[in-house]
């Protein structure tokens, strides 16, 4: 479940939080009850859960005659263990996220808020949880703080501080199958993580439907939440809508 850790930079109870995601994914949620958290080093950002380019040249100078192994293949590692849920901070929706997020025209954005985003993991008893905002630095000038393990992955590029990101993290290897029901499926390497135990009726403040689609896909988003019994607000997007004059 969550709990609070002294390197996690947390916003505000009521900070607003979106995650994007296409329609297959969050029927997934659903089936499951459960968020997907993705391991860190099957990100696109190939930096993901490294240091900088200042840390590395540290480490050559002093650590290289002292050991086998270079301080960088450690932390290479070291991400594989590292599972991440990444989750927009923004008062409004974000035209560049549904760009960004989705594979298809056809998703949803959850609103929530990191007060419900902290309250929904208490379903999972296995391990904890901890969640913080990303710090955006020049990973050719700037140094990430050492002494903590996950420092690496509260850091990105300043390339992506178009995400304002909040990001849920686990410590856990991730297994390559799963078992649903009495099925046992083998996970595709692109996608290895783990499925948290979520209360979505907890977690989810509202659903809106992405942009630009038919009347009949927003008609289904609000069927399917029905159907798992999720008492929750499904809209279209503010994107849709044109100037009421």
Same mark, same amino acid.
């Given at each position: 479940m969550y709990k609070e850790h002294p390197e996690f930079e947390e916003p505000d109870d009521e900070t607003i939080i979106w995650r994007y995601v296409d329609f297959t994914k969050f029927i997934s949620y659903l089936v499951r +009850?459960?968020?997907?958290?993705?391991?860190?080093?099957?990100?696109?950002?190939?930096?993901?859960?490294?240091?900088?380019?200042?840390?590395?040249?540290?480490?050559?100078?002093?650590?290289?005659?002292?050991?086998?192994?270079?301080?960088?293949?450690?932390?290479?590692?070291f991400r594989k263990s590292v599972n991440l849920s990444s989750w927009?901070?923004?008062?409004?929706?974000?035209? /560049?996220?549904?760009?960004?997020?989705?594979?298809?025209?056809?998703?949803?954005?959850?609103?929530?808020?990191f007060k419900r985003l902290k309250d929904s993991f208490n379903p999972h008893k296995e391990d904890?949880?901890?969640?913080?905002?990303?710090?955006?630095?020049?990973?050719?000038?700037?140094?990430?703080?050492?002494? +903590?393990?996950?420092?690496?992955?509260?850091?990105?590029?300043? /390339?992506?501080?178009?995400?304002?990101?909040?990001?849920?993290?686990?410590?856990?290897? /991730?297994?390559?199958?799963?078992?649903?029901?009495?099925?046992?499926?083998?996970?595709?390497?692109?996608?290895?993580?783990?499925?948290v135990k979520t209360d979505l009726n907890i977690l989810i403040d509202k659903i809106v439907v992405s942009p630009n689609v038919p009347d009949w896909f927003i008609d289904l988003v609000i069927s399917i939440v029905k159907k798992y019994e999720l008492n929750k607000k499904v809209e279209p997007s503010e994107l849709s809508k044109g100037p009421p004059y």
């Open positions: +009850n459960a968020l997907f958290f993705v391991r860190s080093d099957k990100l696109f950002d190939r930096y993901e859960g490294k240091y900088t380019e200042v840390d590395v040249k540290l480490w050559e100078k002093i650590l290289k005659p002292k050991i086998k192994m270079k301080q960088t293949e450690v932390y290479d590692e927009h901070m923004n008062e409004n929706e974000s035209a /560049a996220m549904w760009e960004i997020c989705l594979q298809s025209n056809e998703g949803v954005t959850i609103q929530s808020t904890e949880i901890h969640i913080g905002k990303v710090k955006y630095v020049d990973y050719r000038k700037d140094s990430i703080p050492k002494g +903590n393990i996950f420092n690496p992955s509260l850091y990105k590029r300043k /390339a992506f501080e178009h995400e304002r990101e909040l990001r849920a993290v686990i410590m856990k290897f /991730a297994p390559q199958e799963e078992t649903i029901g009495k099925h046992i499926l083998y996970v595709d390497p692109k996608w290895f993580g783990i499925h």
